[in-house]
């Protein structure tokens, strides 16, 4: 069974702070992928990536960073985090065009 | 480039019906197809994907959803919905060659007793 694991699953963090969300996966898939979701938004793609060492930017990200220094850890990171950094974040790993495995989520509220 | 809409955000069914949730994709290619469901406080599963063959794919707890390519639908439907059944359902397209996957904004389901 592919298995995403996030961490932390719950995050409070101050406006200005550094906040980073981890993403770990057991699959091998060269793919992974950080979204945001917010109601009435549906799922949004902020970064991604092909492999170690590549992130690439998605449809939001502005404000956000990524990082992946192996096949198996992508992170997500907020340098300066806002309120409306405020959402719930999920990680997800898999292949070109196929099935994406998504992690149990991150709940991040910046105040 | 690829998209997806789904033109209902909330359901409402009782129990023991039928159930279709809809959805209309944007794609000039042959595309993968899919259904996700995302439980309270849970990130998005697998229900049924298609990628070529038969157009009626069978997923799991007997979804099932018909892609019917002269009108760029992928509806999915289930003979009798369960209270359990109450979710998002998110349906998502790909092109076969990038990397990827487009959802749609989701669907409440809401399976009333």
């Known amino acids: 069974e592919a298995a995403v694991t996030q961490s932390p699953r719950n995050k409070v963090a101050v406006t200005g702070g550094k906040v980073t969300l981890s993403c770990n996966q057991t699959?091998?898939?060269?793919?992974m992928y950080w979204y945001r979701q917010d109601t009435g938004h549906g799922l949004r793609l902020i970064h991604y990536?092909?492999?170690?060492?590549?992130?690439e930017k998605g449809d939001i990200p502005d404000g956000y960073k990524a990082s992946r220094p192996s096949q198996e850890n992508f992170s997500l990171i907020l340098e300066l985090a806002t309120p409306s950094q405020t959402s719930v974040y999920f990680c997800?790993?898999?292949?070109?065009?196929?099935?994406?495995?998504f992690g149990a989520g991150t709940r991040l509220s910046v105040l | 480039a690829q998209s997806v809409t789904q033109p209902d955000a909330r359901v409402t069914v009782s129990e023991g019906a039928s159930l279709q949730l809809r959805c209309k994709y944007s794609?000039?290619?042959?595309?993968?197809l899919f259904w996700y469901v995302q439980y309270p406080r849970q990130g998005l599963q697998l229900l049924l994907k298609?990628?070529?063959?038969?157009?009626v794919v069978q997923g799991v707890n007997g979804f099932e959803a018909e892609f019917i390519k002269s009108n760029s639908s992928f509806h999915l439907r289930k003979a009798s919905v369960h209270w359990s059944d109450s979710a998002v359902y998110f349906c998502?397209?790909?092109?076969?060659?990038?990397?990827?996957?487009?959802f749609g904004d989701g669907t409440q389901l809401v399976v009333k007793p």
């Open positions: 990536s092909y492999g170690a060492g590549s992130t």
């Open positions: 699959n091998n898939h060269n793919n």
């Open positions: 298609y990628y070529s063959g038969d157009p």
């Open positions: 997800a790993s898999g292949d070109s065009g196929d099935t994406l495995y």
């Open positions: 794609y000039s290619g042959t595309p993968y």
């Open positions: 998502a397209v790909s092109a076969n060659s990038n990397n990827r996957i487009f």
